[in-house]
Nanobody, 126 residues
Framework: QLQLVESGGGLVQPGGSLRLSCAASGFTVDYYAIGWFRQAPGKEREGVSCISSNGGSTNYADSVKGRFTISRDNAKNTVYLQMTSLKPEDTAIYYC???????????????????WGQGTQVTVSS
């Protein structure tokens, strides 16, 4: 059974850092682009970042460019999101997702994501 499990969320002060992990089981992530999304209270789920299947290409939402870094270790079947210079507006539940079909390029439109993790809460507050 294909499964994604996020971890690494928590409470952090503004300006702090967190690293989220997305561990996959039941399938090999080597052939899938993986995306990170987030959903704040009262808002729609939005794309944060996406990484190609081999890690050679990435993209980011404008709101996190220069602060977040997505990476992957296919040997560990895991994708990471390093978050630095966190702001209160980064507070949200963060989800990782994989597309329904194998996808090489760093393209992670929400409508094509077929597999989602349960999410991990990130709270940025003093």
């Amino acid at each position: 059974q294909l499964q994604l499990v996020e971890s690494g969320g928590g409470l952090v002060q503004p300006g702090g850092s967190l690293r989220l992990s997305c561990a996959a089981s039941g399938f090999t992530v080597d052939y899938y682009a993986i995306g990170w999304f987030r959903q704040a209270p009262g808002k729609e789920r939005e794309g944060v970042s996406c990484i190609s299947s081999n890690g050679g290409s990435t993209n980011y939402a404008d709101s996190v460019k220069g602060r977040f870094t997505i990476s992957r270790d296919n040997a560990k079947n895991t994708v990471y999101l390093q978050m630095t210079s966190l702001k209160p507006e980064d507070t949200a539940i963060y989800y990782c997702a994989a597309p329904r079909m194998t996808t090489v390029q760093a393209m992670c439109p929400r409508a094509l994501m077929g597999y989602w993790g349960q999410g991990t809460q990130v709270t940025v507050s003093s």
